[in-house]
């Protein structure tokens, strides 16, 4: 298997092979950040492997337009195509008048720790395994939306998306110091959120 730099310099010069093994790879983790980025008036309307799926039609529409950055620059660009749908889907809801706050039913679950939760999230995201897992993921985005947005971006960029604090830092526009702080309150907060009843 080749390695992702070459994957996605391959990709950015148009080898079809290349795009689909560069976007199976990250396709479990766009999932997993989709569910947690869009909330649940969304979720209520559409699955995050539809929108999954088309955040992928669009990037291989304009693998063109991806300017060769990296690894890290190719997650940028996969994950902020992920965003500006999210934001479009929402915005198309909004316009429609439709209230999918009547469809949302509160999650139950039993409590278990954030850590072992957000670790696992990236990978009970496929359809076959969501139904089990349905309680569980209910909780953390439940948990998720409560928190502040630096706290879900944050949490996102590292424990999602897998990016470094270095990477993190450039994508947040702050010091690695401030990014590693940031970070600890983020889990913090997010673990007593979890806890509560």
């Not at 992702?4 to 790879?25: C, M, N, S, W, Y």
């Not at 395994?129 to 953390?140: C, D, F, K, T, V």
């Not at 600890?184 to 673990?191: C, D, E, M, N, W």
Request: hydrophobic share 40%; proline share 4%; glycine share 6%.
């Amino acid at each position: 298997m080749k390695d992702t730099e070459k994957l996605v310099q391959a990709a950015t010069q148009g080898d079809p092979i290349a795009i689909d093994e560069l976007l199976d790879r990250y396709l479990p983790g766009l999932r997993a950040f989709i569910r947690l980025r869009t909330g649940r008036l969304l979720r209520a309307k559409e699955s995050a492997s539809d929108l999954a799926q088309s955040v992928c039609r669009e990037v291989l529409q304009h693998m063109d337009r991806f300017q060769y950055g990296g690894e890290s620059g190719f997650k940028n660009w996969l994950y902020t195509t992920a965003l500006r749908k999210i934001a479009n889907r929402q915005a198309f809801y909004q316009a429609q008048r439709r209230d999918a706050r009547r469809e949302i039913q509160k999650p139950l679950g039993e409590e278990q720790r954030q850590s072992q939760l957000l670790a696992a999230y990236a990978t009970i995201c496929t359809p076959s395994q969501h139904a089990m897992a349905h309680e569980e993921l209910a909780r953390i985005e439940g948990a998720f939306e409560k928190l502040p947005e630096d706290y879900r971006d944050v949490i996102c960029y590292s424990r999602i998306l897998g990016l470094s604090h270095p990477e993190i830092a450039e994508a947040m526009e702050r010091s690695e110091g401030a990014v590693r702080t940031l970070l600890s309150r983020a889990l913090t907060r997010l673990a007593e959120v979890l806890d509560q009843p």
